[in-house]
């Protein structure tokens, strides 16, 4: 059963159509969410917990309706705002504390799962003083650990990346692919960078002014290339020679030279140069394409000159 599926989903805002006919439908696991500032991400996240009604369309989250059912799909998804939503004055485990009993748990139970929640997102003896002294990190642990302290099925977590250096964000990250490969827990986690969900995602749905560009298994975006990357110890501008004078589509890129697959024989061709030359081989393999790069081929939906056009920075870190 898909985690969440929508039909002609559409929400008009006065002056923006902030989602256009959106259909798609996701199974569990760690799913991403991209698009572009004002591509519609956290309009979609409203209204699948059933907090904003759509102008048209239908949508359901672990099989329950958002139209009839979005008490319950509250009570069983958590959700990570992107804004800034914590108290200065609390620390943080009163208030995941506070978040528990709201979510239904009794007093004893609600501080258990709190200081367990708090530990698993990384947050210790921190966690006794006021939020208000904390790093934008801390803040997110936070944000997360809330999310997660009713043990749900499901959770939103939208741009959790957000305002983190790189150190921070890869720590994030790597929450994020714990959460849903030892937790099992199903992720949907929205951002702009198209590089961070590659690493941490088994599934990315692409969305651009609110329409659906691409929903695809992250391998599906990453196929193999018809390059092969080849990497030896010394000697790389003679065995660029040697490929060269044998036919072969080579070029030096850094350290590496990159090969033009021409079939079987191209293993066989850079094998035998290798071994001609007295080099010690590090690496040969086929590339893999970065989905930055599938991304940048996706041939811009019809419409007005530059309004389809993503708008999505490059460079993210992998
Ligand atoms: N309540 C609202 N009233 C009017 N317009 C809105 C409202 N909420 C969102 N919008 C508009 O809808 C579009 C989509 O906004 P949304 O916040 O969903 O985008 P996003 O992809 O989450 O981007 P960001 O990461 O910048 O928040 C934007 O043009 C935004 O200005």
Known sequence: MPIIATQGLTMRFPRVTALDDLSVAVEPGVVGLVGANGAGKSTLIKILLGLLPPSTGTASVLGMDIAREGVKIRESVGFM???ECLPPDVSATEFVVHMARMCGLPPTAARERAADTLRHVGLYEERYRPIGGYSTGMRQRVKL?????HDPKLVFLDEPTNGLDPAGRD?????IRRI????????????????ELERVCDHVVIIDGGRLLRSQAVEAYTTESGVLTVEVDEGRDALHRVLHEHGAAVRAEGRFLVVDIAGESTYDLVRDGVAELGLRLIRMEQR???????F??????????GANVPNLPQGAPR
């Open 171 to 175: 720590e994030m990250l790597d929450l």
């Open 288 to 294: 893999r394409h970065h989905i930055e790069e599938v």
């Open 296 to 305: 940048q081929e996706t041939p811009a939906a019809p419409g007005p000159p």
């Open 180 to 195: 849903g490969a030892e937790f099992g827990i199903s992720v949907l986690v929205t951002s702009h960078l198209l590089g």
């Open 81 to 83: 705002p992107e804004y």
């Open 145 to 149: 650990a809330q999310a997660l302290v």
